[in-house]
């Protein structure tokens, strides 16, 4: 009796123990996801309150998918984190060999990663993608040599949604987008609006400019 008390005491411990640790890193992830979602506070410079609408009108949708992104990936990283480190303790509180579990767990792990390499690539893409704010929605992209070029309507951890310039909705795994162009965070110009470059010699003139000046 004294022994399975003492294995309900550790088990509930365990279970406890991981609650709140579980409680208090989602307080500090939905903290982190709030200063994401208040983005940086360059809108209250007195210098740049005159285009505040403009740029929250922009940008909070940007910001609102990034922050959520973020959130749901450290979620689920603590969430699987905790649940295994209790699991493990209350096997070991239950008396079971958890040596040959964790080896069939590691060779199961092996096995899947084999399995699920793209799907893998395409979520790691995905958070660097996120993380590093290559583009976001209304970005206008480029990807490759030119394949695919619109808007950004979506991105998410496997897929970002595009809207090509003829309509078509272009759906992209992210771990195949090798190369991409954001023409809203550079100044892109069209080739057909782009002036003469700098240093330039202006075209001679052709006749019938030379017959007005010599009518003048």
């Known amino acids: 009796m004294t022994t ?14 991981g609650l709140i640790i579980w409680l208090v890193a989602s307080f500090l992830i939905r903290q982190v996801v709030k200063r994401v979602l208040a983005g940086t506070q360059l809108t209250k410079r007195r210098l740049f309150r005159w285009a505040a609408p403009a740029l929250r009108a922009i940008d909070t949708e940007r910001r609102a998918q990034r922050a959520k992104t973020i959130g749901s990936l450290l979620n689920s990283v603590v969430i699987v984190v905790i649940t295994t480190i209790v699991i493990i303790y209350v096997l070991k509180a239950l008396g079971v060999d958890i040596a040959p579990l ?27 993608i996120t993380l590093e704010d290559q583009y976001g929605i209304g ?12 808007t950004v309507e979506s991105v998410g951890l496997r897929i970002t949604r595009v809207r090509g310039e003829d309509g078509a909705i272009w759906y992209l795994r992210n771990g195949e987008i090798l190369r991409v162009g954001n023409r809203s965070q550079g100044t892109y110009v069209p080739p057909g609006e782009s002036g003469p470059a700098v240093g330039d010699e202006p075209a001679p003139p052709g ?6 000046h010599a009518a003048e």
Do not use: K, M
Request: hydrophobic share 50%.
């Open 4 to 17: 399975f008390n003492s294995t309900l005491l550790q088990i509930a411990v365990a279970v406890g123990i």
């Open 102 to 128: 964790l080896t069939s767990v590691g060779i199961l792990g092996v096995a899947i990663g084999f399995g699920a390499q793209q799907l893998i690539r395409d979520f790691l893409a995905g958070i660097f």
């Open 139 to 150: 970005d206008v992209i480029s990807t490759g040599a030119g394949e695919v070029v619109g």
């Open 207 to 212: 006749p019938d400019q030379q017959g007005q």
